[in-house]
Structure formats: structure tokens, C-alpha cells
């Protein structure tokens, strides 16, 4: 049973409103709109705001100059990984892009379900399969950041730590997605939306 929102969020454009099959015109909307997101906006400030008091990656140096290149660095992270994940590979596979939130989950089966979430992904016929669009999207950008990622940085064990760190705030932001639904009703004081059997 899902809870499906009502109309789309500005601050998760990908938590669905419907079970319908989205076309590969929708999905490169979604790529968009994941892309230039509230949510995306705000982990780019705080992951640069991070990045920038550790000093990392150490190449992208200090003051505003530093945190415009971390930020600017990750938002392209972020637009290619939409890119790769959510349009290209979700289309040529067929797989739905989209997150799909639980009606009232308990705390427990919300991490449990945001996790499985991370490497299991519906079909454009509503199945169950493995996420490869959402395993390789990310992989892929990661591995095109390192023509813009500094010099000393870029190495396999730099790549495959950002890449991990994708995966987890992945998770984590499922979380998020999990419970935004029941919040965004509470702030609108809107019915709670819609609930969808599958």
C-alpha cells in the first residue's frame, strides 16, 4: 500500500503520485526536476559546507573560490547521476525511477524498506526487480567527475569512497522520502493523500 502524494514537490520531485507507467519523456522530466530540486539544492550546501571545514577534497583549495567549486562539483555529481540513473538507464531498462512511500510505516520497516529501497526498484509493470538504474547511475558519474574532480583526488579508492557515500545518503534520503508524505499533509493540513494497493 502506498501513500501517494497529491502533486508533485518541489522538495522530492520523485516520490510518485501515481501508479501509472511513466514514458521516457517523463522520465527525463524527472531527471530535471531531481536535478534542480529543493532537496538536491540544500544537500549541495550542506555536503560543500562539510567538505569545506575538512578541506576536501583537498584540491578544490579554500575561501569562497573552494566552496563554489565543491558546490558546483556536486550539483554536477548530482545532474549526472539523475541523467544516467533516472532517464537513460531507467529507459533502456524499463525500470521506474520513482520512490514509492509506505502508508504510516513504522520507524523500524521505514529504515529496513529505505535501504532494500537502494538496490530494489519497481519495473515499468509495477515488479520487483534489482535497481541497476540506480546502482549504475551513480557509479557512472562518479566516474565522469574525475575529469573535473582535482588531479590528487581522483584516484579508484577516491571514486569508490564517493560512490559508497552515494549509496548511503541514498538510503538516508529515502528516509526522508519515506515520512514526507504524512509531513507535507500535516504542513497543508490537507486529507492525507491518497493510498494505493499493490
Not at 63 to 87: C, I, L, P, V
Request: avoid cysteine.
Amino acid at each position: 500500500m502506498y501513500n501517494l502524494l497529491q502533486e508533485k514537490s518541489i522538495v522530492f520531485p520523485d516520490i510518485a503520485l501515481s501508479t501509472e507507467r511513466l514514458s521516457t519523456g517523463e522520465k527525463f522530466q524527472l531527471f530535471v526536476d531531481n536535478s534542480v530540486s529543493v532537496h538536491t539544492i540544500t544537500w549541495a550546501m550542506l555536503g560543500s559546507a562539510v567538505g569545506q571545514a575538512d578541506e576536501s577534497p583537498t584540491g578544490f583549495g579554500e575561501g569562497w573560490d573552494g566552496y563554489a567549486k565543491r558546490f558546483g562539483s556536486s550539483m554536477g555529481r548530482q545532474a549526472s547521476s539523475e541523467f544516467f540513473g533516472t532517464f537513460v538507464l531507467a529507459s533502456a531498462l524499463h525500470e521506474d525511477p520513482r520512490f514509492y512511500a509506505e502508508v504510516n510505516p513504522t520507524f523500524k520497516h521505514a529504515v529496513k524498506y529505505s535501504v532494500q529501497r537502494v538496490f530494489v526498484i519497481r519495473n515499468d509493470n509495477g515488479r520487483d526487480v534489482m535497481n541497476w538504474s540506480g546502482l549504475l547511475g551513480p557509479a557512472m558519474s562518479e566516474g565522469l567527475a574525475n575529469v573535473y574532480w582535482p588531479e590528487q583526488n581522483r584516484t579508484a579508492g577516491d571514486t569508490f569512497f564517493r560512490y559508497g557515500l552515494d549509496l548511503a545518503t541514498r538510503a538516508g534520503g529515502n528516509m526522508l522520502r519515506e515520512y514526507w508524505p504524512v509531513f507535507y499533509g500535516k504542513i497543508r493540513h490537507a486529507p492525507r493523500p491518497g493510498a494505493d494497493h499493490n
